[in-house]
């Protein structure tokens, strides 16, 4: 029951204890971080990082967001998405990740696993030294985007377009 839209405009943060969003649309319109407790993003549910949004993730240890319930699950930025802290991020089960916004990946590994094929990324992608953006499985298309600083964008596994010049693939 209950609205299947939630719009958060104003400070937040996810912390302790997992997260459950079942065939729900989040849009995150403010300021916030996640710093611990994985979120299951199940049933076509969404997450949306808004234009107007700032979202850190900085784990203290290793954190995930999966799909492993049906449906076509999302994770998009089109505002600030950041990833600080050594710990690994990772995304996986059917659920795509798509960035048209600023992505900022300071330290540590942020590891796309999940096997989405609609991964479309046309925004800008800013890595520290020693960061990694790991593509595991899934297809992600990079046409459009753009890439700067000294850390990596790295292959494992999936299918990788690009009609960009990405200085860190």
Known sequence: GGSSTFDVTGDFSFTGGQKTITGKTVNLAGTGSWTAGNINNYSNGIINVEPTGVFTINPASSLSMDNLSGGT????????????GFSTFSISGVLNFSNSGNFTLNDGLFNYSGSGTANTHSGSFSLSTGAEFRISNGTSNFNGASSTGLGFISQAGGTITTGSTLSNL
């Not at 699950?73 to 600080?84: A, E, Q, V, Y």
Request: hydrophobic letters at 25%; a positive charge.
């Open 73 to 84: 699950s999302h994770f998009t930025n089109s505002g600030t998405l950041i990833k600080s």
